[in-house]
């Protein structure tokens, strides 16, 4: 449920900051996609598989104790950090943070698909919305990207 948290915060914290702020519609929106769903979010997700490995094994339908838990963690982090820094470091840096969270992301996604067929793992983090937002995610990415860089 906190992928709807993020979806929430972006959606109204890019339209508070146009409001104030005027700015435009696809710079802004990009901006907050990330800085709150690229940034914030990989950040809770090392967290998340650091410090909460088995809880968080469980819910993706995964063996506890798993050593690929941490390094999961630190490419969430890689990204994380990325997107935080799309609030300094604009435009040309957000490809290369668009590249990064996108490789990480598509490659989890069919990962995910991967154990629905193989393994028929349903459980709702492998399964659930984490799989679409894995497809969702660098899609909207990259079509507010190339919107924002024909004007």
């Not at 109204?12 to 146009?18: D, E, F, I, Q, R």
């Not at 519609?25 to 990009?30: D, M, P, Q, R, S």
């Not at 990989?42 to 598989?49: D, E, K, N, R, W």
């Not at 490789?103 to 799989?131: C, D, M, Q, S, T």
Request: net charge positive; hydrophobic share 60%.
């Amino acid at each position: 449920m906190i992928w709807l948290f993020y979806l929430v915060l972006t959606i109204v914290g890019a339209l508070l900051h146009m409001l104030i702020a005027k700015t435009p519609l696809v710079y802004t929106f990009l901006l907050y996609i990330f800085i709150i769903e690229v940034g914030v979010s990989g950040i809770v997700a090392f967290l998340a598989h650091a410090f909460n490995a088995d809880k968080i094994a469980k819910y993706i339908g995964w063996p506890a104790g798993s050593p690929f838990q941490y390094e999961v963690a630190c490419a969430n982090l890689s990204y994380g950090i990325l997107g935080i820094l799309c609030i300094w470091l604009r435009e040309s840096f957000w490809f290369a943070t668009a590249i990064a969270c996108s490789v990480f992301l598509l490659g989890a996604g069919i990962g995910h698909v991967r154990e629905i067929i193989k393994n028929k793992n349903f459980a709702p983090g492998n399964a659930g919305f984490p799989l679409y937002s894995d497809f969702i995610k660098p899609a909207a990415i990259w079509i507010l990207l190339i919107i924002y860089n024909l004007h």
